[in-house]
Each structure stands twice: as structure tokens, then as C-alpha cells.
């Protein structure tokens, strides 16, 4: 089994900050790239951002200078630095990983249940 539980979400106001964490946890032999998505209220999912196992970054026009994606290996988490938030940043946040269970497997790819971040004043 693999765990991928998201935390950090949160009421803030506009121009304010969140931090989300995503820490992955069970049956694990390699993650390789992990991103952060988000799905609005009547909207598609879109991707925010993602890092590489080499980690090499990449964003979404809208959040590009305001977000930062970044991994903890040792500790199996991928953070997103949120700044300068807009009501529009408002959404559920998910956390999504490709990982390996064992060196003999491909990789699978695993989300989690998410994380409500409302951006309001």
C-alpha cells in the first residue's frame, strides 16, 4: 500500500502565504516525479507544478513567481510554497507521484484525497 496524504491547506487572505506538504509513506522502493494539481469549483483539474526526480521544475503560467515546488527525498514529501495567493488560486489541491513499490515493478501513479486552500477576504 501506498499513502499519500496532503495537509497545509487553509482559509487566507488575498496576497497572504499557505505552505501544503505532501508526505508519501508505505510499500516504496523510488518516487520519481511528483506535482501539485488543482481543481476549482466548476472547473477542470490543472496542473500547478511539478518536479522531477532529477529535480528540474516546471509551472503553470499563472502561478510562475508566486508558487515553489520543491522535494524532500529523505523524507518522501513535496512541499508548495504558495505566495502573493489570489482568489482565484482558490481550490482543492492534490498531491500527485509516479513511484515504484519494488525494483521489479514500473512505475504506478498514485494521488491523494486532496486539500482545500480558500483564498478570501
Known amino acids: 500500500q501506498v499513502q499519500v496524504v496532503e495537509s497545509g491547506g487553509g482559509l487566507v487572505q488575498p496576497g497572504g502565504s499557505l505552505r501544503l506538504s505532501c508526505a508519501v509513506s508505505?510499500?516504496?522502493?523510488?518516487?520519481?516525479?511528483l506535482g501539485w494539481y488543482r481543481q476549482a469549483p466548476g472547473k477542470e483539474r490543472e496542473l500547478v507544478a511539478g518536479?522531477?526526480?532529477?529535480?528540474?521544475?516546471n509551472y503553470a503560467d499563472s502561478v510562475k513567481g508566486r508558487f515553489t515546488i520543491s522535494r524532500d527525498n529523505a523524507k518522501n514529501t513535496v512541499y508548495l510554497q504558495m505566495n502573493s495567493l489570489k482568489p482565484e488560486d482558490t481550490a482543492v489541491y492534490y498531491c500527485?507521484?509516479?513511484?515504484?513499490?519494488?525494483?521489479?515493478?514500473?512505475?504506478?501513479?498514485?494521488w491523494g484525497k486532496g486539500t482545500l486552500v480558500t483564498v478570501s477576504s
Open positions: 500527485n507521484l509516479d513511484a515504484r513499490r519494488y525494483f521489479y515493478l514500473g512505475y504506478t501513479e498514485y
Open positions: 508505505g510499500s516504496i522502493f523510488s518516487i520519481g516525479a
Open positions: 518536479i522531477t526526480s532529477g529535480g528540474s521544475t
